[in-house]
């Protein structure tokens, strides 16, 4: 079959570096097989026929490629067309941190949907080997970066040549500029919080972590303790705000001092900062011989994998959006998503609360108990 006169004597002229370049099944075999001009197929292959190519002749050189194994040669089409169909994910220690590679697993997953690949550079927060990486990235020509962080925090130091379009997942840029995605912690400690008002409780701990600094997410989270207090008519007491190591024994020392308050002050539920304190939390309870959740409520954060569901009782927990995350990062990267524009391209992704079995009314025993 000859090809459209529109195309005759282009030749070889039209194929792209791409063609010239394949090793293995080659686009003169396409065209043999589709009995078109290797133009034609050219054309066809690279989306470029239009109307120019009857939809039939499209349908046979498209079914000529795929029964001859035929596949283009990426690295000639990425300088066709100055595209690699590669992103780079530069994280702190989000690889070896397992409530949080759910980020890594959903941007991984978001990016070969769309054609890319990704790769991942776990740099252990040493900032020389970041701005190694930032640049050996830029220097294979990936088609963007997303910069990823182990926990909810604001960067205050970035690394040099970040490309304007770099994408933040779990963290944010102090100064702005660029997309952020971070979990609303506020808002996730106000959904725990008021599941416990709504339960009865008026007397409610706060067991936080004790970092210097604290993290982000610590001062987020005691916003949203603060505001659900407040807006129930519940005093908040300094003596319920404790603080202790982010493990399971932090957590039960912490919650010791809270429950061996006098009576009267003592809280009938706990609000913990992550799970891991929240374990430590149950330890301290059956040592004071308390029973979850007839003598003490609990509710964690992070829904963390291997700990909230697997305490007995269930955790009541808030989860961290990590998959959630992860795919909006690529998709607004990939321009999948729409960039955020406002409150400096930072988007609160929804915390939900989790219900298990750790959460009831107040005990029988204690007077400040009431019907709900």
Not at 10 to 21: N, P
Not at 136 to 139: E, I, K, P
Not at 181 to 188: A, F, K, M
Not at 190 to 194: G, L, R
């Given at each position: 079959?000859?090809p459209?006169p529109?195309?005759?004597g282009?030749?070889?002229?039209?194929?792209?570096?791409?063609?010239?370049?394949t090793?293995r099944?080659?686009?003169?075999?396409?065209?043999?097989l589709?009995?078109?001009s290797?133009?034609?197929?050219?054309?066809?292959?690279?989306?470029r026929?239009?109307?120019?190519?009857?939809?039939?002749?499209q349908?046979r050189v498209r079914?000529?490629?795929?029964?001859?194994?035929?596949?283009?040669?990426?690295?000639a089409?990425?300088?066709?067309?100055r595209?690699?169909?590669?992103i780079?994910?530069?994280?702190?220690?989000?690889?070896?941190?397992?409530?949080?590679?759910?980020?890594?697993?959903?941007?991984?997953?978001?990016?070969?949907?769309?054609g890319?690949?990704?790769?991942?550079?776990?740099?252990g927060?040493?900032r020389?080997?970041?701005q190694?990486?930032?640049a050996?990235?830029?220097?294979q020509?990936?088609?963007?970066?997303v910069y990823?962080?182990?926990?909810?925090?604001?960067?205050?130091?970035?690394p040099?040549?970040?490309?304007?379009?770099?994408?933040?997942l779990d963290?944010?840029?102090?100064?702005?500029?660029?997309?952020a995605?971070?979990?609303?912690?506020?808002?996730?400690a106000?959904?725990?919080?008021?599941h416990l008002v709504?339960?009865?409780?008026?007397?409610?701990a706060?067991?936080?972590?004790?970092?210097?600094?604290?993290?982000e997410?610590?001062?987020?989270?005691?916003?949203?303790?603060?505001?659900?207090?407040e807006?129930?008519?519940?005093q908040?007491?300094?003596?319920?705000h404790?603080?202790?190591r982010?493990?399971a024994?932090?957590g039960a020392?912490a919650a010791?001092?809270?429950?061996?308050?006098?009576?009267?002050?003592r809280?009938?539920?706990l609000?913990c900062?992550?799970?891991?304190?929240?374990?430590?939390?149950?330890a301290?309870?059956r040592?004071?011989?308390?029973?979850?959740?007839?003598?003490l409520?609990?509710v964690g954060?992070?829904?963390?994998?291997l700990?909230?569901?697997?305490?007995?009782?269930?955790?009541?927990?808030?989860?961290?959006p990590?998959?959630?995350?992860?795919?909006?990062?690529?998709?607004?990267?990939l321009?999948?998503?729409?960039r955020?524009t406002?409150?400096?391209?930072?988007?609160?992704?929804p915390?939900?609360?989790?219900r298990?079995e750790s959460?009831?009314?107040?005990?029988?025993?204690?007077p400040?108990?009431?019907?709900?």
């Open positions: 079959m000859c459209p529109a195309l005759t282009h030749g070889l002229d039209t194929l792209d570096e791409e063609e010239r370049v090793t099944v080659g686009i003169k075999e396409v065209a043999r589709a009995g078109v290797t133009a034609t197929v050219s054309l066809v292959l690279n989306d026929a239009a109307e120019r190519i009857p939809a039939s002749t349908e079914r000529a490629a795929l029964e001859s194994g035929y596949a283009p040669n990426r690295l089409r990425s300088l066709r067309t595209r690699t169909h590669t780079g994910l530069i994280s702190d220690r989000i690889a070896t941190t397992p409530y949080a590679v759910r980020m890594v697993e959903a941007a991984q997953e978001t990016a070969r949907r769309h890319h690949l990704l790769f991942l550079v776990s740099t927060g040493d020389e080997l970041e190694e990486a930032v050996a990235l830029l220097d020509q990936v088609d963007g970066l990823a962080c182990m926990w909810h925090r604001v960067v205050t130091d970035l040099q040549g970040l490309p304007p379009g770099t994408v933040f963290g944010r840029p102090a100064g702005g500029g660029f997309p995605v971070v979990p609303d912690d506020r808002g996730g106000v959904a725990a919080v008021q709504d339960a009865g409780h008026r007397r409610i706060y067991v936080d972590i004790d970092e210097e600094p604290p993290p997410a610590s001062g987020l989270r005691h916003q949203g303790y603060l505001e659900v207090l807006r129930a008519g519940i908040a007491d300094p003596a319920l404790v603080r202790g982010s493990d024994a932090g020392e010791s001092r809270v429950l061996d308050l006098p009576a009267d002050r809280p009938t539920a609000f900062f992550n799970d891991r304190i929240a374990m430590g939390a149950y301290a309870a040592r004071h011989g308390l029973e979850i959740p007839r003598d409520s609990v954060y992070d829904d963390q994998q700990i909230a569901a697997e305490l007995d009782p269930g955790l009541t927990t808030v989860a961290l990590h998959h959630a995350m992860g795919r909006w990062a690529v998709e607004v990267l321009g999948e998503r729409e955020p406002q409150d400096d391209g930072v988007v609160l992704m915390c939900p609360l989790i298990r959460v009831g009314p107040p005990s029988v025993r204690d400040d108990r009431r019907r709900v």
